[in-house]
């Protein structure tokens, strides 16, 4: 309202100066007519005074005007100069959608650098710049969005450029109301993450290029241990000069556990579904411990199994249980470089459910690796690649069963399964 009545003050004080001097000039006429000089004169020096007053006032008025001009212009001037050299994208637009002002870098990203851009909405700009009308209409219905939300909106942007370049823009758009809620301004930003985006996809194929290569090793280290005893036993036979049918079966079985070892593998990435049978445990340990029965004599380690009989049984399937009790005993041995005993208990039958503990007074697990293990690829051995135990909770997950795990650095570990037994 202040500045509508600013241009009116020349024409007011036109008219009331006017009226000032012919009125005054009439008083002092009327006033020498009846010879009262004295008046007169004093009406004079008011009348000059009040035109030097008035006169001062306005010149101050001005010169301040003209003062604050002088600093919008170079506050507008030095904002110019700041978005122009920003390395971002920078549009205002009106209520319209007509663009008001962009910098040097958006005028050269979509060649408008010779185009009168300025009260032009980006369809009109569109016809200057053709190969970037797809990226203004699509731009026009980013802005309708931001205007319906009513609050600053954020997204990414892609177009290619006229060489071919794909350029991505992080956007944001801020929308500007009048008091009355009508549309009175938008301001665009965007910046180039072009590089950024394919730095990101460089880091996700070299991460999935480590993951391929901790898998392959993983892969390679459970299946180690089979193809370890196979070597054992064709070696023996290779020796005695025939083949003994205790030895051929457990080859067969080490081959059957690799390829087991595979199917779990991708049961990781794929669930499947199994066929869980009554079986009894005890045969499942038995073949475990005889497995591992001459690894463990070297290394002076011996197993003792309490409460767990021939009629114990448990539902499951039994080379994936072989698998379990393989990753478990072998971890606990791994654990005893002194040698000692690992205690294989069963207990009471409680809610459906056979529990089964494997004990040993190994090294212990500290509190740190207690909160990662079974994390893939987490590992405390410096050759282990961690998907043993991995492999472990996922089988005892698929027999609807648990696992849990309790250790203290120096005292042993203590892991209790359990299973269904119906």
Request: proline share 2%.
């Amino acid at each position: 309202m202040k500045r509508k009545w600013l241009k009116f003050i020349p024409l007011i004080y036109l008219f009331f100066g006017i009226v000032w001097i012919t009125l005054t000039d009439y008083w002092l006429y009327v006033l020498k007519q009846h010879n009262n000089y004295v008046i007169a004169e004093y009406i004079n020096l008011l009348k000059g005074w009040l035109f030097i007053l008035i006169t001062t006032l306005l010149l101050f008025l001005m010169l301040k005007k003209h003062l604050a001009l002088k600093e919008l212009e170079q506050k507008e001037q030095e904002l110019s100069t700041l978005i122009n050299n920003m390395p971002d994208f920078v549009c205002f637009k009106d209520g319209e959608g007509r663009w008001l002002q962009t910098n040097e870098y958006g005028l050269a990203l979509y060649d408008l650098e010779k185009v009168d851009y300025k009260g032009k909405t980006d369809i009109e700009l569109g016809a200057y710049s053709p190969y970037f009308m797809e990226a203004f209409e699509y731009c026009m219905k980013t802005d309708e969005q931001t205007w319906k939300e009513g609050k600053i909106s954020r997204d990414e942007e892609s177009f290619c450029l006229a060489d071919g370049e794909r350029k991505t823009f992080d956007v944001i758009k801020v929308p500007l109301f009048h008091n009355d809620g009508r549309r009175k301004a938008l301001v665009t930003i965007g910046r180039d993450i072009s590089s950024l985006k394919k730095t990101e996809q460089l880091l996700v194929t070299k991460e999935k290029l480590s993951v391929v290569g901790e898998l392959s090793a993983g892969i390679a280290h459970e299946i180690k241990n089979p193809l370890t005893s196979i070597k054992g036993f064709i070696q023996l036979i290779q020796r005695s000069g025939k083949a003994n049918e205790n030895h051929v079966d457990m080859v067969l079985s080490e081959i059957d556990r690799i390829n087991d070892i595979v199917s779990e593998l991708l049961v990781l990435s794929k669930p499947q579904t199994k066929e869980l049978t009554l079986i009894p445990i005890l045969e499942v340990l038995q073949y475990v411990i005889k497995l591992v029965g001459n690894e463990a004599n070297n290394n002076n380690i011996s197993f003792s199994i309490k409460n767990i009989g021939s009629d114990t049984l448990v539902r499951g399937d039994k080379n994936n249980l072989k698998q379990v009790f393989i990753n478990l005993i072998k971890n606990s041995m791994e654990a005893m470089p002194d040698g000692g005993t690992i205690l294989i208990t069963g207990f009471p039958e409680t809610g459906g459910r056979k529990s089964i503990q494997v004990k040993d007074d190994g090294l212990g697990i500290s509190s740190f690796n207690m909160d990662n293990i079974g994390n893939p690829f987490f590992t405390s051995k410096e050759k282990g690649m961690g998907l043993g135990l991995t492999i472990t909770k996922k089988i005892i997950e698929e027999h609807q069963g648990n696992i849990r795990f309790e250790s203290k650095e120096g005292y042993g570990t203590t892991v209790t399964i359990d299973l269904l037994t119906h």
